[in-house]
């Protein structure tokens, strides 16, 4: 972790920085099964609760893995946060139908685009989390009317200590109908997931988190294990 002084500013008042990268088997999304393995970078400042992240996530074994860049901006006091996030994507079907396999960054017409505008909200309690999220403009689904679905996904997890590990349970569902999230017809618990991590000592000064995860999505009864590292100073 980096830390980077304002001149003059007091010790509250200093910006952090963050770097690192996830390398994992397989790319999984609430639910969803998005790339076979990758390595998934982070860079982010934060100041008095406000927050700037980009993530990124990249296949390293299939060429044909869609490349993902993406922005957040948020804000956190205690445990409450609100935050948006400019998902983009270099390849897919825009709102309106059409394949795209060379995607421009800096088009963002409403039928057109590869990005995804998302909202999200949530509250950590600390022996429990819920967030909402939900897709407000760009690339989104389609309800049963084929009209925009506002997308929308709702979880909550549970940390605990188990066996010497660090574990996350979750459960996550779409509320309503939309293309987005796997086809869902309407509300669908399209993932439950259990994760747990443990720090391995490379030297007394280094070590390094390594996870597994066991997920499933109920809603199209598909099932996944994946393993990963992250990689952070």
Partial sequence: MALLSVTGAKAQDKIEGTIGADIVS?????????????????????WKGLSLTAWGSYGFVDKDDTKEFDLTLAYTTGG???????????????FDGTPVEDAKYF?????????????????DFGFLALNWYTNIG?????????????SS????????????????????????RTSFYSEAN?????????RATKDIEITKKFSVPVFAQVAANPSNEKAY?????????
């Avoid at 935050?83 to 983009?88: E, M």
């Avoid at 309407?186 to 259990?194: H, L, M, W």
Wanted: charged share 15%; aromatic share 18%.
């Fill in 26 to 46: 397989r790319y999984y999304w609430r639910g969803q099964a998005l790339g076979d393995a990758a390595i998934q970078p982070t860079l982010g400042l934060s």
């Fill in 80 to 94: 409450f946060h609100v935050g948006v996030t400019d998902y983009f994507f270099d390849r897919g079907t825009t």
């Fill in 107 to 123: 088009k963002y017409g409403a039928h057109s685009t590869t990005h995804v505008w998302e909202a999200n909200i949530g509250y």
């Fill in 138 to 150: 760009g690339n989104d689904g389609f309800n049963k009317d084929g009209d925009r679905a506002y």
């Fill in 153 to 176: 996904y709702v979880e909550a997890s549970v940390p605990f200590k188990l066996a010497g590990l660090e574990w996350n349970a979750a459960i996550g569902a779409v509320p309503y």
């Fill in 186 to 194: 309407g509300f669908a618990v399209t993932n439950v997931s259990v």
């Fill in 225 to 233: 294990f994946l393993v990963g590292f992250t990689l952070q100073p």
